[in-house]
């Protein structure tokens, strides 16, 4: 398992909370792995092809997000920073299969 501290993601009571920092107008939609911010907080890096215009790329981001962890979009929220480039977005089910599903994909070796 990897160092709590150095993931953008956490548990919570409904499930777990992951730090994003998203790029509009990316020219793909991808999930670009982890990076570390200048004041050492962790996000993961997410391009989309959508205008952050009228909430178009925080579209793009849910359905991203959803179509690669397997989840339906109504399960995945936005709960802090909508009009910002650093979001958090919220995942609701089953911590431990989220946590797994994270850390296989995004861990740092």
């Not at 956490?10 to 909370?17: H, L, N, P, S």
């Not at 998203?22 to 793909?28: A, F, K």
């Not at 981001?61 to 399960?75: C, M, T, V």
């Amino acid at each position: 398992m990897s160092d709590p501290a150095a993931d953008p993601w956490r548990e919570t009571k409904e499930g777990i909370a992951l730090s994003v920092r998203l790029t509009p107008r990316g020219g793909r939609d991808a999930l670009d792995g982890v990076e570390t911010l200048a004041d050492g907080r962790s996000v993961l890096k997410a391009r989309v092809r959508a205008a952050p215009t009228e909430g178009e790329a925080n579209a793009a981001l849910i359905q991203l997000l959803a179509k690669e962890f397997r989840l339906s979009r109504s399960q995945l929220s936005i709960v802090a920073g909508a009009s910002a480039r650093l979001k958090t977005v919220a995942f609701q089910g089953e911590a431990k299969l989220l946590l797994a599903a994270l850390e296989a994909r995004f861990a740092r070796r």
